[in-house]
């Protein structure tokens, strides 16, 4: 296996710990200086700190070396991964090109793998997707990912590079459904974090967890993705974990908004721009997704929080 981590931020990291065991991982950082710190350190202490790299995890400021590896994962966030794709097109022009990241970009609706296509089609096009936190991996806890790919056989290769002792990898050839599920649910946990951080209750959160997978399957059965793909590891377990725990930092920025506080800007918060992405694109379609509105008005401070529960629980009585 001859793997490549592009993006030293904490999930990038753990997989590079993590793939290390099988044998040698580069992980690429564009800061020199940050390498020069993890190369001392042997961890990452801005992003991942206590976690000492493995003795085959290599390091790389250049991307050029890094990208000479024919497997390469982008560790890097959805609104910034057509710009990397861009600026380096020479060498990773017919690579296996791997996204990590969770999201629709906002200029254009698209998802990670359709980014790809789109900037960069001299590649092959995978997405590793699923519930999973960077600590837990580096770690060694278990954890399951669905790895989506359209080219089954390319799929079931990078399936075995990928699965680890601890990290255990699934696959899917539906890749819409896979990358609908990992960004939606991103923008539920912005409005559970809201609830429970307004003092609404844990069954105000399921309710929302429930009718927010709901929207979730009305946008990517719309879009032609399959059911069962969201009821996996990509959709419904993904939801779950981000949706209840205070790691993810799409949950914590919804307690931020629920108690009134302020919430760090420099922190990458994959849900926000998400939202709004999907909010256009649900109204361009004639979908109702009434929690992403919900959500799009408290984060551009036009709804307050007893108006969008007020939104939400007088909307017309339906079966379920």
Known sequence: MSVSVLGAGAFGTALAISLAGKGPVTLWSRSADHVAEMSAARENTRRLAGMRFPADLRLSADLGQAALNPILLLAVPMQQLRGMLEQHR???????LIACCKGIELATGLGPIEVMREALPEADHALLTGPSF??????GLPTALT????????????????NTATLRVYRTTDTLGAEIGGALKNVIAIACGAVIGAGLGDSARAALMTRGYAEMQRMALALGAQAETLAGLSGFGDLTLTCTSTLSRNYRLGLALGRGEGFDPAVTVEGAATARATDAKARAMGLEMPITACVVGLLDGKLTLDAAMTALLTRPLKEE
């Open 90 to 96: 020479p060498a990773l022009t017919g690579k296996v």
């Open 134 to 139: 960077a600590a837990d991996i580096a770690k």
């Open 147 to 162: 790895l989506a790919c359209s080219d089954a056989d390319l799929g079931k290769s990078l399936q075995q590079s990928l």
